[in-house]
């Protein structure tokens, strides 16, 4: 994992850097604390039965684990040499279905349970079948660390997927999805519209798509 430098440790600037396996234990912990108050992962792993964050952070080691195995691109936010947000990007080409990732879908009944798997997989199909033609980048998994949300780190995030998106000319545009309505003036703001909605429980989860222009400023270092 690249490493951030900063003028000024009274007045830390942040660095969108590039991730590699390194950042595993760092990027779990950042997304398991921005999933497990999510009502998408609540309805899915089931929040009300005993050991739902253990799911929580089982899922998220196995799909981390799965995007790295996959060779996707994966970026982050450090402030102060401090990891603080991260994102990972599906290929268009890739359109992972799930189903087919036999040693993935083992280990995830094994640690979050039949039940739960079953849960993931359908949800994740359902989201599949509303991906657009031609084909777009996914953004599978973006998180802030609690601590450090309400920064602009967020925007700086989705801003540089977006550039690393509109660099890669296979894909026409990016995909992402959220169960928080609260997230979703911020998604319109940076251009996202709905592809659709997937009922889960009382509350529905928004499948949102922009296009991305194919002139970017530089990647991140």
């Known amino acids: 994992m690249a490493t951030a430098t900063q003028d000024n ?16 234990n760092e990027a ?25 964050e ?45 189903a087919n990732q036999l040693s993935w879908r083992l280990r995830m009944v094994l640690t979050t349970g039949f039940a739960c798997t079953r849960r993931y997989l359908d949800y994740h199909d359902r989201i599949r079948q509303l991906l657009p033609q031609p084909q777009a980048h996914q953004l599978p998994l973006m998180g802030v660390h609690p601590k450090y949300q309400n920064r602009g780190y ?14 890669n000319p296979r894909g026409s545009g990016l ?3 959220t169960g928080n309505s609260k997230y979703l003036h911020f998604y319109e703001s940076e251009g996202f519209r709905s592809l659709g909605k997937i009922q889960l429980g009382n509350f529905e989860d928004h499948v949102l798509y922009r296009d991305v222009d194919g002139h970017s400023a530089a990647h991140p270092v």
């Open 9 to 24: 440790k009274n007045n830390p600037q942040p660095v969108v850097v590039r991730l590699d396996a390194t950042a595993l």
């Open 28 to 52: 779990k912990s950042i997304l398991f604390q921005a999933y497990r108050h999510e009502p998408t992962f609540q309805y899915l792993f089931d929040h009300r039965r005993p050991g739902y």
């Open 54 to 98: 253990q799911r929580v952070r089982a899922t998220v080691r196995e799909l981390i684990g799965l995007y790295f195995d996959l060779d996707q691109e994966a970026i982050g936010v450090m402030v102060n040499e401090t990891l603080v947000a991260v994102a990972f990007i599906g290929e268009p080409e890739l359109r992972l279905n799930l």
């Open 154 to 167: 967020g925007r700086l995030l989705l801003e540089t997927v977006q550039r690393l998106c509109a660099d």
């Open 175 to 177: 995909v992402l999805d």
